[in-house]
């Protein structure tokens, strides 16, 4: 019963800013590290950035300087800021979260990912 649901996906402008969303619901004891990844068709999935519960960032080389990941524990919600976007930044962009649930099983979960367009 627990999920992640993403929202703020669309269509953006090069050069252009978009804030991506994630809350974690459900029978949920803590969350744990929370990251984004993106993928195009036929390439693999690939991490974009991630943030422990204490706040230490890891972003992907790609990105760096551009884009922002921030959570909020209290809501069990991940951010991610995205500027100066580029067009190759265009793809789908999934939350991921490890999440120990009220049983104590600590799992990996996934969205369902959003669709980011960034294109004039």
């Known amino acids: 019963q627990v999920q992640l649901v993403e929202s703020g996906g669309g269509l953006v402008q090069p050069g252009g800013s978009l804030r991506v969303s994630c809350a974690a619901s459900?029978?949920?004891?803590?969350?744990?590290?929370m990251g984004w990844y993106r993928q195009v068709p036929g390439k693999q999935r690939e991490l974009v950035a991630a943030?422990?519960?204490?706040?230490?960032?890891n972003y992907a080389d790609f990105v760096k300087g551009r884009f922002t990941i921030s959570r909020d524990n209290a809501k069990n919600t991940v951010y991610l800021q995205s500027n100066s976007l580029k067009p190759e930044d265009t793809a789908v962009y999934y939350c991921n979260a490890q999440i120990t649930d009220d049983r104590y099983s600590t799992m990996e979960y996934w969205g369902k990912g959003t669709l980011v367009t960034v294109s004039s």
């Open positions: 459900g029978n949920i004891f803590s969350v744990n590290a």
């Open positions: 943030v422990t519960r204490s706040g230490i960032r």
